[in-house]
């Protein structure tokens, strides 16, 4: 190890928060989560709405990636994505996945667990018509997850796509987005000496019951 290299083996952070009991938590996850994203917005946590998604494919080879949130409520968590990219392309063919977001800010993680559905056509397009221009373009112009010989390619292909659409742009037909509907949601509060709090929403037919896990 150089003098430059960081000793990670001796980086951590001992979180001293007032933790997380049942009797803290909202009636269900969708409240729950809706405050805890409200504090992590508040407490100025660099993009609150990233999540992780982990997908796998056919082989059961897992995949992660950092996409955006950009819709929930109680039937679950929305992305939108190129319908051809890898991520796609696995949790529509093995549909479950799992999401984290990690609000280190406030010494918090939520973890989903659950299945993907693809969102109406209709409601991936009035979210399409309401992204920034460039980002239209951008989803026209780029194979995503495809290779691409080199960035000049991206954009003359970006070059064509604004040409093709001087005003308005459609959504592609192969754009759309994807709901992770959950079985779990796990509120993880950072806790000192490692006990940290995990309490876990799980579905249990109709109904949903709370459960603590050990750290």
Do not use: C
Not at 53 to 73: C, E, F, G, I, W
Not at 133 to 142: C, E, H, K, V
Not at 149 to 164: H, P, Q, T, V, W
């Amino acid at each position: 190890m150089t003098p430059d290299t960081p000793d990670i083996a001796n980086l951590r952070s001992d979180y001293r928060t007032a933790g997380l009991t049942e009797s803290d938590l909202s009636a269900d996850w969708f409240g729950q989560f809706g405050a805890w994203l409200a504090d992590a917005v508040a407490a100025g946590a660099p993009e609150p709405n990233a999540m992780t998604l982990a997908t796998a494919d056919a082989a059961a080879r897992p995949s992660a990636r950092t996409v955006l949130l950009k819709a929930y409520d109680q039937r679950g968590f929305v992305f939108f994505t190129n319908l051809r990219s890898r991520k796609a392309t696995e949790a529509l063919s093995n549909p479950y996945a799992s999401l984290v977001f990690g609000w280190l800010v406030r010494h918090r993680q939520v973890v989903v667990g659950g299945t993907v559905a693809e969102v109406p056509r209709a409601e991936a397009e009035a979210y399409f018509g309401q992204r920034p221009r460039g980002a239209q373009l951008g989803a026209w112009a780029s194979p995503q997850s495809q290779v691409l010989a080199s960035r000049d390619e991206l954009a003359r292909r970006y070059a064509e796509a604004a040409a093709r659409f001087p005003d308005a742009v459609p959504a592609p037909p192969h754009w759309g987005g994807l709901r992770v509907v959950p079985d779990t949601v796990e509120f993880w509060q950072g806790r000192a000496d490692r006990l940290h709090d995990r309490l876990r929403y799980r579905r249990d037919g109709r109904s949903w019951l709370v459960e603590r896990l050990a750290p």
